[in-house]
């Protein structure tokens, strides 16, 4: 369903254009998940927004390669087109659900905005709006979620808003959803409960998950394949399974040397040599 | 998970209070910006009050143009509450439907420089680069005219009449309310919300007008509060050079420059209406701080 060829960006800047991804290929099937994992720099963000090319050029300049969506190269459609993938076929989840929410707005309006947006076949009456947003808001795990449609993102603590976020992001039923480090700003009990979620909620619904991280840990049991970028490279890409147990590439092997293991005896964890 | 979870209920204290909502709370509990909006609703009042009567033929307590040569020059009583002028004219009633010219100016000359500052601004800080280049620069070729003499030529090639002079003030205001708009637009465009509108494939009229501008109508409304007052005391200076609304058309400005020659004899000419403007310019300097005072969220 996606397939991105041999990608290539840079960075202009006053000492020239700064290359930021070296030919990055990647593939994912419909309603499968692929993680892609690395270090802060390698280039996951950057290959994450590049997708729907939602990075500011200038400066970032897209220098080659091709980024096919359902047999479209996304780098070549008009700007309308790509405005109606964005969101309503490709939808975003990004790091930090503080101030990815809008603070004047109350949760109901934010979701019904992606929704008018997005999704023709609701009716445009505020009772069917409120249905679906109070549905969405359910599925994502929202206790008594008529009570909180009026609510302002202030109100609700992280996790709750990160759940608002993915309500959000599905409620215009994506064919793929990015998830850009969902669960970087959360404490480690609600990541769990985020990351569950996600996965029972994307094989309901049978859409593509693209998940970024430079938590190798979690990746285990989410992602079925996964792609291991380093310095702007995909240094190794496939089965999960495989990977965790035959890590071809030095840096897969270190990353995977680095995941901390419950009942390991107490060791140092390894370093890895980088630069960056 | 359900053992962790916390119940919804446990928050249920917290009030559903709109941003707006609990700037508007935090404004009124200032003890400052109660007495300004009283002065400014008295101010409207009395000039709306007069405005009507005047539409329909009334005048109180005197028609304001009504010459009289044997009351000229009074000083205060109880017939002329503020004296009367060198033509005999009441000041009070003058004063009054001054108060109607200067409230206008200031209501119309700041939604003219607003409108203009907030698109100008807007644009710039959201599209940036070149469009920002052109835009800006053209703000600062506009700032560094003396702002007064650009509007007295204005005034001198199209004439003084009550809507020139509100246009013209708007027309050379609005540099200010531009430059704080696009500074807020250069902050509010990076947040994470302002590029979850773009990556929901929202327009971008719509990420302007929905999502940033509402997110910096707090400073914007106090710079517009804070405007109104420069555009009465504008169009006072320009009616006191006789620039301003025109005669017999009484304006704070125009009762001052009337009174210049007889300052010695009779004080209150000069007083009651330079009070006036005083006044009201205080109330809304002090109602646009406290406005800002109650939109910081850091205090």
New interface residues.
Partial sequence: MLEIKDLKIGFSSESGITPALHGVSLSLERGETLAIVGESGSGKSVTALAI?R?LPT?PAVYQGGEILFEGRDLLKVSDAE???????KI??I?Q?PS???????SIRSQIA??IE??RPDVPKSTADIDAEIIHWLDAVGI??PA??L???PH?L?GGMQQRV?IA?ALS?RPDLLIADEPTTALDV?IQA?ILNKLRDLQQELGMAVLLITHNFAIIPGLAKNVAVMYRGKVVEHGNTEQILRDPQHPYTKALIACIPRLGDKRRRLQTIESII | ?ST?????GA?GA?T?E??GARILRRFWGNPIARISVVIILFFALTAGGTALLGALGHHWPYDPNLTNLDQKLLPPSLQHWLGTDNLGRDVLSRMLNGATISLTVGLIAVAVSLGIGVIVGAIAGYFG?LTDQILMRSVDALICFPTFFLILTAVAILGPSLINIVVIIGLVSWTGTARLVRGEFLTIRE???V?????????DWKIIF??IL??ASAPIFVTAVLGIPDAILTEAGLSFLGFGVQPPQATWGNIIADSKTYLLEAWWLILFPGFAIFIASLAFYLAGDALREASNSRS
Avoid: W
């Fill in positions: 729907t939602l200038p790509l405005r109606r993938v964005r969101g309503g939808a975003y990004f930090e101030t990815s929410l809008n603070p004047v707005y905005e992606m947006l997005h206790n008594e009570r909180r009026h609510d302002y109100q603590s976020m959000m215009a009990t409960q | 998970m962790l979870a916390i119940t919804p928050l917290v559903q709109t941003p680069g947040t994470e919300f590029k979850s509108a773009r990556v929901l494939g929202q327009k929905r999502h509402p997110n």
